[in-house]
Protein backbone atom coordinates (compact mmCIF):
# COMPACT_ATOMS: atom_id res chain seq x y z
CA UNK A 1 0.00 0.00 0.00
CA UNK A 2 1.50 2.83 -1.03
CA UNK A 3 0.84 6.63 1.17
CA UNK A 4 1.39 9.28 -0.95
CA UNK A 5 3.17 12.83 0.90
CA UNK A 6 -0.45 14.21 1.08
CA UNK A 7 -2.11 11.73 2.12
CA UNK A 8 0.53 11.08 5.09
CA UNK A 9 0.39 15.31 6.22
CA UNK A 10 -3.55 14.70 6.31
CA UNK A 11 -3.49 11.34 8.27
CA UNK A 12 -0.69 12.71 10.62
CA UNK A 13 -2.64 16.57 10.82
CA UNK A 14 -5.99 14.53 11.99
CA UNK A 15 -3.78 12.29 14.76
CA UNK A 16 -2.23 15.06 16.25
CA UNK A 17 -5.74 16.78 16.22
CA UNK A 18 -7.67 13.96 17.92
CA UNK A 19 -4.62 13.48 20.48
CA UNK A 20 -3.99 16.76 21.46
CA UNK A 21 -6.30 19.19 20.40
CA UNK A 22 -6.72 22.06 17.77
CA UNK A 23 -4.74 24.67 19.41
CA UNK A 24 -2.16 22.34 21.31
CA UNK A 25 -1.79 20.06 18.21
CA UNK A 26 -1.47 23.07 15.70
CA UNK A 27 1.46 25.02 18.34
CA UNK A 28 3.05 21.31 18.24
CA UNK A 29 3.28 20.95 14.88
CA UNK A 30 4.33 24.75 14.26
CA UNK A 31 6.91 23.85 17.15
CA UNK A 32 8.29 20.78 14.73
CA UNK A 33 8.19 23.09 11.19
CA UNK A 34 10.35 26.00 13.30
CA UNK A 35 12.73 23.15 14.44
CA UNK A 36 12.93 21.91 10.93
CA UNK A 37 13.78 25.45 9.68
CA UNK A 38 16.88 26.30 12.46
CA UNK A 39 18.18 22.64 11.53
CA UNK A 40 17.54 23.84 7.50
CA UNK A 41 15.65 21.42 7.03
CA UNK A 42 13.21 23.46 4.57
CA UNK A 43 11.30 20.91 3.37
CA UNK A 44 10.74 19.62 6.74
CA UNK A 45 9.74 22.93 7.18
CA UNK A 46 7.14 23.23 4.61
CA UNK A 47 5.11 19.41 5.65
CA UNK A 48 4.72 20.57 9.40
CA UNK A 49 3.30 23.70 8.04
CA UNK A 50 1.29 21.47 5.88
CA UNK A 51 0.59 19.91 8.98
CA UNK A 52 -0.20 22.79 11.01
CA UNK A 53 -2.95 23.77 8.46
CA UNK A 54 -4.68 20.23 8.51
CA UNK A 55 -5.67 20.99 12.39
CA UNK A 56 -6.52 24.08 12.44
CA UNK A 57 -9.12 22.74 9.37
CA UNK A 58 -12.52 22.78 10.43
CA UNK A 59 -13.96 18.85 10.75
CA UNK A 60 -15.52 17.10 8.05
CA UNK A 61 -18.61 15.24 9.20
CA UNK A 62 -18.68 12.54 6.46
CA UNK A 63 -19.78 9.85 8.60
CA UNK A 64 -16.62 7.87 8.39
CA UNK A 65 -13.33 10.19 9.41
CA UNK A 66 -12.35 10.18 5.16
CA UNK A 67 -11.85 12.45 2.77
CA UNK A 68 -14.95 12.24 0.20
Known sequence: ???SLE???EIHGRALRHRKGVKA???AALERA???K???DNE???VWRRV???I???EEKSGHGLPN
Do not use: D, H, K, T
Open 7 to 9: QAI
Open 25 to 27: GAA
Open 52 to 54: SSV
Open 34 to 36: ERC
Open 44 to 46: GYE
Open 1 to 3: MYV
Open 56 to 58: ARP
Open 38 to 40: ANG
